[in-house]
């Protein structure tokens, strides 16, 4: 039977006659998206088991990526003590927040008062080189200028106190979430502290909200390719440092204010993200302000993106390739190779932050996984069309939601049955419920020691993720069978 | 680098007791700027309501108070487990502007009649009081069409520390006791407040006092049922247990419904058998106190001889404790001297000025007694003191570990069931494979002696 489309309609005789979404679309013979319900189930107004956390977490995140920085809530008490709890779960190591501590007479008042009180007890407290400071919703809803109380208090103290950088940035939740408080965060770092100078040769990267194991090999990727390099924020050793014999008020590490002031300077910067907008990227600020040559390539995680990356760092330094990494790339693909039948056709759901859903799928749309859900609790607005320039394999037909929970992700893998769901470990309940099993990745990993040395970059990342869930296909398959087979 | 020195913020000096004449004050507000380990009062709200298990409870506000207190806390339930599900109004920038009632309304309304609760709490939190909503006009509507308590819980963060938010949270509560339709008392019977059932405690309690003969109605609130707490004024005596989370609503029984109330603690032999004979005593009864020893006695004569190698191992060894009420303190005090160890720091969130003389009175001379402190003071007193172990919450952890120093969880998060006889033993055994791991061989501060 033939279509108005020009295509034969069901029973398809080949894969190259059968109809795609957008032919069905225009002959009407498929069912229309409006008459099947969505995949999610039901619309509710609540959001159930939210699959996002809030701004201030991400800006107290970049806040410990700079170096004697002291992160700074300014807002009532409970968000401080709650994202500190939150973030100690996931990295293990000690995450101080101070807070303002609004009482009611901030809020009928103004925070000014409990500001400049809390920033006092922290220098003294704390010597900190750096205070980032973070609003948290009630701060913002009362309308603290805090840009304001930070200069005067500056002007105030600065002959009495020996006063530390004092950074800030705005993060109201119910305008965005932890991801976006994130870029904010680092943009307004950069807005804050890069000044103009002479040209200098160096790369700065801004590398999104990764792990410190993914950080650390940032690193070692730059070193080889000789060229000084400054990563923006670096929270790799304060947030995954070794015992220590003294207590630390601050851990050490992070990057140095000296390093961020000279940005604007830099020969190249390169800003790993896909979805953000203009308005968040500190890229584009060094741009427009300093011209300073700008890159944007989405996290580099499987063979495509990590070859954008490393294509990027050769067109900006002029050196090939560094060996080693060229032979990492020959033993993934060898590895791709040995592994291909078991990641064939099956299927996943990816969820997190956007930029990691961009980057997860498109790695496992080149290993041959079939991504049916990829979705985020976030709202760019761009997640769809990044995900399809990053993997253009994929079916068109790939849900691919903003703004979801995961009590919609739950409904959506009861229809689509997926064979792994790829994600933070918020998503452990509803593997269990639904037997689905679950490879953890990002942030955050709660019931596990590793969150920290997850690493998802660069083609070892690629390699750590593909064995991970190849392994885990592999053993699915052992177990489910009766035999006991002992080669697989 | 960061000054290693860790002086004391001249403030702070009061809230601290390291030995001499006893001068400390509490019960303030954290200072502005302290990183103080203290939360909000909706922290305390969720605290107390979050294990009633067939309720719903929605956070009305921006997502991050609710994504934080998603299924944070192992409080069991023997039915249904809507507690583990977390529900926010997520709030957005137009809903700040125009308000959320209208949110608020639709919310629940679809989550009653997808879930179907027996009652629903609304957790105000703190942006909510400033843009005006009418949450308690909202809740009223939605409960006259729904037919099922829905309750607003004033648990804006900034009005206070957990305390005032245990007490919103016993205001809701007490909203729902009487409800029934039965009104008359019911004999021999118990309330047990303020016990969450981490990791299956309320059961192993409920046990003992049934093997006593007496009937616990209603607890409050693990394992918590709407229905039971509505017959909560009819039971004989409340029990309420260590921090006072719980207080309020016994007081409130108590001036309502004539209920006289006790204090107990579940942990530790001491504290877990006074618990059983207080009851029996109150009751005045003898058959009931012949019940009580015989199960004090059927247990502790298991437990002893099972206690020995943990506490040969453990002799002498010291240990930290901090903890958010004062009154788990003392029982953990005592567990500890029960294996053997030494306590020398002690302190909480909240306690008071008596609560902390009564510790002092506890501990041995020299143990230094802190109040609403931070990690920069937990740090130089666990390293001024040199100690094998530190019990506290989960934001402590990684000061101990950092140090190189064993840890246990005693908070609402921990997954062991550390409440009564088996809980002794539980105790025992994780704090032994704390204390006596060999990683610590290997800390800086142990190497380099
Ligand atoms: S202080 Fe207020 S906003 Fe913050 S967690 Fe508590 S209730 Fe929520
Ligand atoms: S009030 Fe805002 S900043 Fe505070 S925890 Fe809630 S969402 Fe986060």
């Known amino acids: 039977m033939s279509c108005e489309c020009g295509k034969t309609c069901a029973p398809v005789d080949s894969p190259e006659n059968a109809c795609t979404s957008e032919d069905k679309a225009k002959c009407g013979c498929g069912p229309s998206k409006a008459d099947t319900p969505p995949i999610t189930g039901k619309n509710f107004t609540a959001t159930r088991n939210a699959c996002k956390l809030c701004a201030p977490l991400g800006a107290c995140l970049a806040f410990r990526g700079i170096e004697g920085c002291l992160p700074f809530l300014h807002g ?11 973030m100690i779960s996931h990295f293990r190591e000690p995450m101080d927040i101070a807070s ?22 922290v220098i003294e407290g704390y010597k900190p080189e750096v205070i980032g400071i973070a609003t948290t919703c009630l701060a913002e809803t009362i309308g603290d200028d805090v840009g304001m109380y930070v200069k005067d208090f500056i002007k105030g103290n600065k002959d009495t106190i020996s006063m530390p950088h004092l950074l800030h940035v705005s993060t109201p939740s119910y305008a965005g979430s932890h991801a976006d408080g994130y870029q904010w965060a680092v943009r307004a770092i950069v807005d804050q502290l890069a000044v103009d100078g002479p040209n200098e040769k160096f790369i700065g990267i801004f590398p999104g909200m990764v792990s410190p194991a993914d950080l650390r090999h940032l690193r070692d990727i730059l070193s080889d390719f000789g060229m000084p390099f400054s990563i923006v924020p670096d929270y790799s050793d304060p947030l995954d440092g070794p015992v220590w014999g003294e207590y630390h008020k601050i851990p050490a590490g992070g990057t140095p204010v000296s390093e961020i002031s000279k940005l604007g300077r830099a020969s190249a910067v390169i800003e790993l993200a896909s979805t953000i907008s203009e308005k968040q990227s500190a890229a584009t600020l060094l741009d427009e302000r300093f011209s300073t040559a700008a890159f944007r390539v989405g996290l580099p995680i499987g063979i495509r993106q990590s070859d954008a990356f490393f294509k990027v760092l050769e067109q900006i330094t002029g050196e090939s390739i560094p060996d080693h990494h060229e032979s990492e790339r020959g033993r993934l693909i060898d590895a791709y190779v040995d592994g291909h039948k078991y990641t064939f056709g099956k299927k996943v759901v990816i969820y997190g932050e956007e930029d990691y859903v961009v980057g997860l799928t498109a790695f496992c749309a080149e290993i041959g996984l079939k991504p049916v859900l990829c979705a985020s609790g976030g709202k760019s607005g761009r997640l769809k069309s990044c995900i399809q320039d ?14 979801i929970d995961f009590a919609e992700i739950e409904e959506a893998v009861t229809h689509l049955k997926p064979d792994l769901l790829i994600g933070n470990s918020k ?17 955050p990993i709660h019931d596990r020691v590793s969150g920290s040395r997850t690493l998802h970059l660069g083609y070892k990342g690629a390699q750590r993720l593909f064995d991970t869930i190849v392994d885990k296909l592999m053993e699915l398959k052992q177990d489910s069978n009766d035999i006991g087979y002992t080669y697989i | 680098m960061s000054d290693k020195t860790i002086n004391l913020l001249e403030k702070r000096k009061r809230q601290i007791h390291e030995g001499g004449e006893f001068v400390m004050e509490a019960e303030k507000q954290s200072l502005a700027g302290s990183v103080s380990q203290r939360s909000c009062s909706f922290c305390g709200s969720r605290v107390v309501l979050y294990p009633i298990a067939d309720a719903l409870h929605v956070v009305h506000g921006p997502i991050g108070c609710a994504s934080y207190t998603w299924d944070i ?32 309304y639709n ?5 009653i009649e997808e879930y179907n609760p027996n009652a629903a709490f609304i957790y105000t939190t703190c942006i909510i009081g400033v843009i005006g909503d009418d949450v308690q006009a909202v809740c009223k509507k939605v409960q006259n069409e729904k037919g099922i308590p829905v309750i607003a819980v004033d648990s804006e963060g900034f009005k206070g520390s957990k305390k005032e938010g245990y007490k919103a949270a016993c205001d809701a509560l ?47 609130s693990g394992d918590g049922r709407v229905e039971d707490i509505r017959k909560a004024g009819r039971a004989q005596l409340n029990i309420v247990q260590c921090s006072g989370s719980v207080s309020n609503l016994a007081k409130m029984l108590e001036t309502e419904y004539g209920t006289p109330m ?21 009751f005045n009864d003898d058959e009931m106190y012949e019940a009580a020893a015989r199960v004090i006695q059927e247990e502790v004569t298991k437990l002893v001889p099972r206690l020995a190698p943990y506490r040969k191992d453990l002799k002498g060894k010291k240990a930290a404790v901090y903890t958010g009420g004062a009154f788990k303190v003392f029982s953990l005090v005592r567990s500890l001297k029960t294996i053997g160890m030494d306590v020398v720091i002690a302190g909480s969130q909240t306690g008071s000025v008596e609560d902390y003389k009564m510790l002092m009175e506890l501990c041995d001379p020299g143990t230094v007694i802190l109040d609403d402190t931070n990690p920069l003071e937990l740090a130089k007193y666990v390293k001024e003191k040199d100690v094998d172990l530190f019990i506290g919450g989960v934001k402590e952890r990684p000061i101990a570990f950092k140090l190189g120093i064993g840890f246990c969880d005693h908070n609402h998060e921990r997954k062991e069931c550390l409440a009564g006889f088996i809980g002794m033993l539980n105790f025992a055994a994780e704090v032994h494979s704390s204390v006596m791991s060999p990683v610590w061989q290997f800390a800086p501060r142990r190497a380099n002696r």
């Open chain 2, 107 to 111: 919310a629940l309304v679809e989550l």
């Open chain 2, 73 to 104: 806390r192992g409080s069991l339930s023997s039915g249904p487990e809507l507690h583990r599900l977390s529900f926010s109004t997520d709030m957005q920038e137009k809903d700040v502007i125009y308000g959320g009632e209208g949110k608020l």
């Open chain 2, 262 to 282: 006790m204090r107990a603690s579940y942990f530790g032999i001491e504290d877990m058998s006074k618990a059983l004979y207080d009851v029996a005593d109150f």
């Open chain 1, 427 to 443: 998503g452990f309940s509803l593997s269990r419920k639904t037997g689905t099993p679950l490879i953890r990745v990002g942030f």
């Open chain 1, 100 to 121: 303002s501590n609004f009482g009611e007479e901030s809020v009928v008042f103004g925070g000014r008062g409990n500001l400049n009180e809390g920033l006092k007890h």
């Open chain 1, 76 to 86: 009532s008490q409970g968000c401080a003590t709650y994202i500190r709890r939150y």
């Open chain 1, 390 to 403: 990053a993997a253009p394999e994929l079916d068109p037909e790939t849900e691919i939601l903003e703004g």
């Open chain 2, 174 to 220: 007490f909203k729902i006791v009487g409800t029934d339709d039965a009104t008359e008392t019911i004999p021999k019977s118990i309330n047990i407040l303020g016990d969450f059932n981490i990791a299956g405690e309320i059961w192993v309690i409920k046990d003992y006092y049934e093997r006593m003969g007496v009937e616990v109605v209603c607890s409050v």
